[in-house]
């Protein structure tokens, strides 16, 4: 009997609209991204950079069109270590592969959604070798098989939604992995020219302090001053003489420095092995062109934050546990898939293609597991956790960041006040010397007093030095913490494949 028969037609239309509703039911199981940390505007201290590093838009070799932050220090001596970096550093090179095979992953799920087909041939001969009348036969098959799982609860369409949201992520990490890698580069960068400048002073002190020992020599034969005068000024002499080892270990160490971070390359094996020996450009012109990049306001707006890599990153690992927490539950409904298959066989060639002898099948089927010991809810739990994990993880990713900036603010603010102090201080030492030295020879100031006066000179110069070098960490470590210039890295953080896909 038709069961048609028996079912009033207003029973099938509503059997038929309650199947419908199920199965919209079961594709709307996309889950809404959860509510984003919203960081509320703070009053970030304002630095000032007409106080030390002044913003010169001027300079020719700059090209600030063109030129990232980590560029402009030094192009000419940058750029082959800045190419060699991205290139050879582990690091990198770990994060780009990740970042690949993230892809590859993305493209195998976009894959999994689209019908499977094969094709297969046989080619047989049998045989009846003890039979009285021994005979042979030849067969020969053809055949063509497709099968598709029907995504009706979104499971795959989820499953590729977190596989992109994962390549998004890795392409991410690695502009992170690349920004933080530039930035020690440019610190090493900055430390191997601190050092150069350090070791210039040490033996410009050194030579001072010989001059002025040797001056002193004359004067004790004139009479002028006595013998402990003499002696202290060439104690004075031989500790500076005993400073500048130091220095031209801290570039050695710089050196090193460079050549981990850029995978020993070519060009950091071609930098010379002394202070005396490198070829860098002025450190005064370093610390413009540096500075170059400091806009003329720091008040940074706390939306932009959310635009680093590393909290992109973190955002994107929480799409893409959404994404799984989905396909998770759509695993709870049964599934669907449909099969076919054309065949064909025969003993000989000519027949194989026979439309006769083609055979077509077609199949449908549903599975449904009936008890699995609760091993889907607890995959659906844990996929839960993970969501408020990955939460966690972008609250933590955007107070990090907001930490990095506002010491760096901070930071920068405190050294550009203490480095202007220093330079007043430099030049009032400078001053005090020449009446020093004036009235030392007019017989109105002992040597030793004259040696005091001579050593807080030098000290002055140094601790200015030691300020400029530390200003010039904090200036890098801010434009690391903002993530300037990121957009001049690769992979993009917004993949128009990817995004094609999500849309």
């Avoid at 009997?1 to 038929?16: A, E, F, H, T």
């Avoid at 949201?165 to 580069?185: H, I, K, R, V």
């Avoid at 102090?421 to 009235?439: F, H, I, N, R, V």
């Avoid at 001579?454 to 904090?474: E, H, I, Y």
Wanted: overall charge negative; proline content about 5%; some cysteine.
């Amino acid at each position: 009997m038709n069961s048609s028969s028996v079912i009033p037609p207003r029973l099938q239309r509503r059997s038929l609209a309650s199947l419908l509703c199920l199965l919209l039911a079961g594709c709307a199981t996309q889950s809404e991204l959860p509510d984003l940390p919203q960081l509320r505007d703070s009053q970030w201290p304002q630095a000032h950079p007409q106080a030390s590093i002044q913003s010169n838009s001027d300079i020719s070799v700059l090209q600030p069109d063109t030129l990232a932050w980590w560029q402009r220090p030094d192009p000419q001596h940058l750029a082959p270590l800045i190419k060699a970096t991205l290139a050879y550093n582990a690091d990198i090179s770990t994060a780009r592969i990740s970042y690949q095979q993230a892809r590859l992953t993305a493209d195998s799920s976009n894959a999994s959604r689209w019908p499977q087909v094969s094709a297969q041939a046989s080619a047989g001969r049998s045989s009846t070798p003890f039979a009285d009348n021994g005979s042979a036969a030849n067969s020969l098959g053809l055949g063509l098989s497709a099968s598709w799982e029907l995504d009706l609860w979104g499971e795959l369409d989820a499953a590729e939604r977190a596989a992109v949201a994962q390549w998004q992520g890795a392409g991410a990490t690695l502009q992170y992995q690349q920004l933080s890698l530039l930035a020690d580069l440019i610190s090493a960068w900055s430390s191997l020219i601190n050092s150069v400048e350090r070791w210039r002073l040490a033996v410009d002190n050194r030579d001072i302090s010989k001059a002025t020992w040797q001056q002193m020599v004359w004067q004790r034969q004139a009479g002028l001053i006595t013998d402990l005068d003499v002696a202290n000024a060439r104690t004075s002499w031989l500790q500076a003489e005993a400073a500048i080892p130091q220095w031209r270990d801290q570039y050695q160490q710089a050196l090193q420095d460079i050549r981990i971070i850029c995978g020993d390359c070519e060009a950091a094996a071609r930098l010379p092995g002394q202070p005396d020996q490198l070829p860098v450009p002025d450190a005064n012109l370093f610390d413009q062109q540096l500075g170059s990049v400091l806009p003329t306001s720091l008040q940074v707006p706390a939306s932009q934050l959310q635009q680093r890599p590393d909290v992109q990153a973190a955002e994107w690992n929480l799409r893409a546990s959404v994404a799984s927490l989905d396909s998770s539950k759509a695993s709870r409904w049964p599934s669907i898939s449909l099969s076919g298959s054309l065949s064909s066989s025969s003993s000989n060639a000519a027949s194989l293609f026979d439309p006769e002898q083609i055979v077509a099948q077609i199949a449908a089927s549903i599975g449904y597991t009936l008890f699995d010991g609760g091993q889907i809810r607890n995959r659906i739990s844990s996929a839960e956790l993970d969501v408020q994990q990955a939460l966690v993880n972008y609250r933590s990713a955007l107070m990090s960041a907001r930490q990095e900036v506002e010491n760096a603010l901070s930071a920068l603010d405190s050294q550009q006040q203490q480095l202007q102090a220093l330079l007043q201080a430099e030049d009032s030492a400078a001053q005090a010397w020449q009446l020093a030295q004036q009235q030392q020879q007019a017989g109105l100031l002992s040597g030793s007093d004259a040696l005091t006066v001579q050593a807080s000179w030098l000290s002055a110069r140094a601790t200015r030095v030691a300020g400029n070098a530390d200003l010039r960490s904090s200036l890098i470590t801010l434009y690391r913490a903002l993530a300037l210039d990121v957009d001049n890295l690769a992979p993009s953080a917004t993949s128009s494949a990817a995004t094609t896909r999500q849309e």
